[in-house]
């Protein structure tokens, strides 16, 4: 009798366990997020921490670490971003055709419940810049929201899978594709387009969640009420006008084709009700073709959401000369900078200098480099401009500039750093490359790249092509580095267990202490990993760690030879990294990690 | 500068206009531009064509030049050892090697490579087919040792 009591009892507190976390789901993504047991959009969180409070997993037992599952994706292109764990389902997205798989964490060997198979425009083969990737997708309202590259956002129904709507955003015909997460804020779909290697004019849209509708469009360039600025909401620290836009800080006509594309990662403050994100390189690389600042290129934008319009604006590489995208994420913290306790963004930017921003205004705070920089001498913070070396500046008349450090692929490129409010320290996967820069004229020819330039790469300083590191945002400080073989770029995970996670070129998965950067742990994943790791809470009660591995990104097309699909697509070995394809092809494969 | 477009002022309807320009020998008809993108899909049997400048020095030296101009090395890189596009340089062919076969290629497009046929008169696509006939190595080895 006792014994049959216990029983039920036991039977229902197992439903209600079950139960909770699918009502909980049904509520707004914020609420959703404060449950550190799922991993509901990009970043973990709003202010793109990819922090979790999770702790089962700790510096002493991480040694301990296992291989539990995993499944092959069945595509070959590059596996960045991350899955997601919502209500007991992983939901996985590949790079093209953007398959979406719902894994059932509650069934043993995790079947799927069910894929959603799109009908993806093969012509965007050849108008992705940088192998067919995927960065990911955004869970809200009973939603799974995410692009697919040929410029469409679908929203899909996350316990049937069934297609709730799909939008129109963008125009492979121009050049445009959509290989980024979106963001969702309030009851808004926050999307962009990439294309800066293909002349586009980059903007980001907002859709309404419900029916997908687009609501609004801001152009990263152009005039004022495209780019969606005015003189009486924008505020910006260093940008007083009257040029809001900053038109002119163009050729004539040279903007329509001006790049500025917006493909990383954003974030968003609810307190300032801004969202945040970088744009990408202005277009061409040959800067003698659009000599001027060419705003709002290579910058932060911080923008309401519910109407798009720009509040304030800053320019990292003013008149770029080496494709330094600022499109890497915004990290949002609050810190005590200089004395004070600051609300600020860190961005790690392509140009190897990392930013402390005040959230607020736009000030520049702190501006040191974070890998080996000389294009730059520093960052003036009076008027938050670099103080560029002359014998670094490139352009078609200027032939072969040799030895900028760092290169086109960033001190830091897509790989996104993590935040762990614990130790206050910033996990960051870099590159330590330096690069020869020679531009060349080049014609527009609409969906063709519009480049202009060749840029060999070398070693940076020591010869290791990359390193993770910690670094202390609030003095400008490397804190620990951990030396890699290969450019790492693969994504940060920061856990309340003081361990943190990131993954290799060459397929490693690797654990490592949050305070000493001690490597804890490391496991062979199949491929080389350019996803972003995540955790999160099984059924079971357990913690694990979730990571894609699949090589690709920029590294399909610069490492030589790593495919093994075509017979007639045999490559010479790069250069630079000449035994890559020694450790790794390509093949996506999603893993699951746990104690 | 741009470069001029041959834009044809209707329609054409492909497969006719081609199978008359391969029986003629004649210059194959202007693509529209709309088509430029993605014309792709299956072009017709072009083995018929051979290449007018085969082996000539200065028509490849003048593709190699198209070859950076027309953007091609934007996808294929320098040299066209592959970058996202594949490689064009290894003596190998996706879409066959004969002159009339990589001609096609580029006129009509292939899989997520846009057609150039709306762009470039045929003597220019006939020097690129030379410019990348020249970078076929001698002899083809299928192994790597490190």
């Not at chain 1, 990439?194 to 849209?205: D, F, L, P, T």
Request: aromatic share 12%.
């Amino acid at each position: 009798m006792i014994r049959h009591r216990l029983t039920r009892r036991l039977i229902v507190a197992t439903v209600m366990v079950l139960l909770a976390p699918r009502t909980a789901g049904g509520q707004a993504a914020t609420a959703a997020s404060k449950d550190d047991g799922q991993w509901t959009m990009p970043a973990k969180d709003y202010a793109s921490t990819r922090f979790s409070g999770l702790s089962q997993i700790n510096a002493v037992n991480a040694r301990r670490l296992r291989a539990l599952w995993s499944f092959s994706t069945g595509v070959l292109g590059g596996h960045e971003g991350q899955p997601l764990v919502v209500n007991n389902t992983m939901y996985v997205v590949t790079p093209y055709p953007n398959v979406l798989y719902a894994f059932d964490l509650t069934q043993e060997g995790y079947p799927l419940k069910w894929k959603y198979r799109p009908n993806v425009n093969p012509a965007v083969i050849g108008i992705a810049c940088c192998d067919l990737v995927n960065r990911g997708a955004f869970y809200a309202d009973g939603k799974i929201v995410y692009n697919l590259l040929d410029g469409y956002t679908v929203a899909v129904d996350a316990t049937t899978g069934k297609e709730i709507w799909k939008t129109k955003i963008a125009d492979v015909y121009k050049g445009e594709s959509t290989p980024m997460a979106p963001l969702i804020v309030k009851d808004k779909v926050i999307v962009g387009t990439a294309g800066g290697e293909y002349g586009v004019r980059g903007w980001i849209k907002g859709l309404d969640l419900k029916s997908g509708q687009v609501l609004w469009t801001a152009y990263s360039i152009g005039p004022d009420d495209e780019v969606l600025v005015n003189q009486a909401t924008f505020k910006s620290f260093y940008d007083k006008g009257p040029d809001l836009a900053g038109l002119k800080s163009w050729p004539k006509d040279g903007w329509k084709n001006g790049g500025a594309p917006v493909w990383g990662w954003l974030s968003y403050d609810p307190t300032l009700d801004l969202i945040y994100y970088g744009t990408g390189n202005p277009a061409p690389w040959n800067v003698e073709q659009r000599p001027g600042d060419n705003k709002w290129a290579t910058s932060v934008m911080a923008r309401d959401p519910d109407d798009g319009s720009l509040r304030w604006a800053y320019q990292f590489t003013n008149g770029d000369n080496w494709d330094f995208d600022s499109t890497q994420e915004m990290i949002l913290a609050d810190l005590m900078v200089k004395g004070r306790l600051r609300k600020v963004l860190v961005h790690f930017d392509k140009n190897g200098f990392a930013y402390t921003i005040d959230r607020a205004t736009g000030e520049v705070l702190v501006a040191e480099p974070f890998v080996a920089v000389n294009w730059a001498k520093r960052v003036d913070l009076k008027t938050g401009r670099p103080e560029m070396d002359p014998t670094k500046l490139t352009g078609a008349s200027k032939g072969n500039i040799t030895d900028i450090c760092p290169t086109l692929e960033g001190g830091k490129n897509q790989q996104p750093a993590g935040y762990s409010p614990r130790t206050g320290l910033f996990y960051v996967p870099t590159n330590n490359m330096c690069m020869d820069f020679q531009s060349a004229q080049v014609n527009y020819v609409v969906g063709t790249p519009y480049i202009g330039a060749g840029a060999p790469y070398k070693p940076g300083p020591g010869g290791n092509l990359g390193a993770f590191i910690a670094w202390d945002a609030a003095n400008g400080k490397r804190v620990w580095e951990i030396k890699e073989k290969y450019p790492v770029w693969s994504g940060a995970l920061a856990t309340a267990g003081s361990v943190v996670f990131y993954g290799t070129l060459d397929g490693w998965l690797k654990a490592a202490d949050a305070r000493t950067g001690t490597l804890l742990w490391k496991f062979k994943v199949g491929s080389g990993v350019i996803g972003n790791p995540i955790t999160f809470t099984g059924p079971d009660g357990k913690q694990y760690v979730a990571v894609y591995a699949g090589f690709g990104g920029d590294w399909f097309l610069l490492s030589g030879d790593v495919r093994s699909d075509d017979p007639a697509d045999v490559r010479p070995a790069a250069t630079f990294m000449p035994d890559i394809a020694r450790h790794t092809s390509q093949g996506g494969i999603v893993w699951i990690f746990g104690l | 500068m741009k470069p001029t477009h041959i834009l044809a002022a209707t329609t054409p309807v492909l497969v006719f206009l081609v199978t008359t320009a391969t029986a003629q020998q004649a210059n194959p008809p202007a693509v529209r531009y709309d088509q430029h993108i993605s014309a792709g899909g299956n072009p017709p049997p072009s083995g018929t064509l051979t290449n007018p400048v085969k082996g000539d020095s200065s028509a490849a030296a003048d593709g190699a030049k198209l070859f950076g101009a027309f953007n091609c090395d934007g996808c294929h890189a320098g040299g066209a050892v592959g970058a996202v596009g594949p490689s064009l340089a290894d003596g190998r062919w996706r879409y066959g090697g004969s002159d009339g076969e990589i001609f096609s290629s580029i006129y009509f497009g292939r899989q997520g490579m846009p057609a150039f046929g709306g762009i470039l008169p045929p003597d220019a696509i006939w020097k690129l087919v030379t410019y990348l006939q020249s970078l076929q190595p001698k002899e083809d080895n299928p192994t790597v040792s490190w």
